[in-house]
Nanobody, 125 residues
Framework: QVQLVESGGGLVQAGGSLRLSCAASGRTASSYAMGWFRQAPGKEREFVAAISWNGGSTYYADSVKGRFTISRDNAKNTVALQMNSLKPEDTAVYSC??????????????????WGQGTQVTVSS
């Protein structure tokens, strides 16, 4: 089992930036793809971004493409999400997750089997 701990959330004005980080321990997360999901109040959890086991491939939800960047450092067992040009609709709890697969092409939450507790991101207008 992998333990995941997110950090970096907070309150930011629209147009601002935040960088989320996720630290993994336990099972070697570096051997699998990792991703970020978010859940806003009253809404279902949605896919944000994913990165393959070696960082060679990345995928993004259309709503964040061009604004968010996912990256990973396997030496440190961490994955990050750089969020720029934030919008109020980006407000949500952001969680990182470890995939069951090495490829980043899986976007369903059921493709991920280890989850962090999440970090709140609030974007004010």
């Amino acid at each position: 089992q992998v333990q995941l701990v997110e950090s970096g959330g907070g309150l930011v004005q629209a147009g601002g930036s935040l960088r989320l980080s996720c630290a993994a321990s336990g099972r070697t997360a570096s051997s699998y793809a990792m991703g970020w999901f978010r859940q806003a109040p009253g809404k279902e959890r949605e896919f944000v971004a994913a990165i393959s086991w070696n960082g060679g491939s990345t995928y993004y939800a259309d709503s964040v493409k061009g604004r968010f960047t996912i990256s990973r450092d396997n030496a440190k067992n961490t994955v990050a999400l750089q969020m720029n040009s934030l919008k109020p609709e980006d407000t949500a709890v952001y969680s990182c997750a470890v995939s069951k697969y090495v490829s980043a092409g899986y976007r369903l939450a059921t493709s991920f089997d280890s989850w962090g507790q999440g970090t709140q991101v609030t974007v004010s207008s």
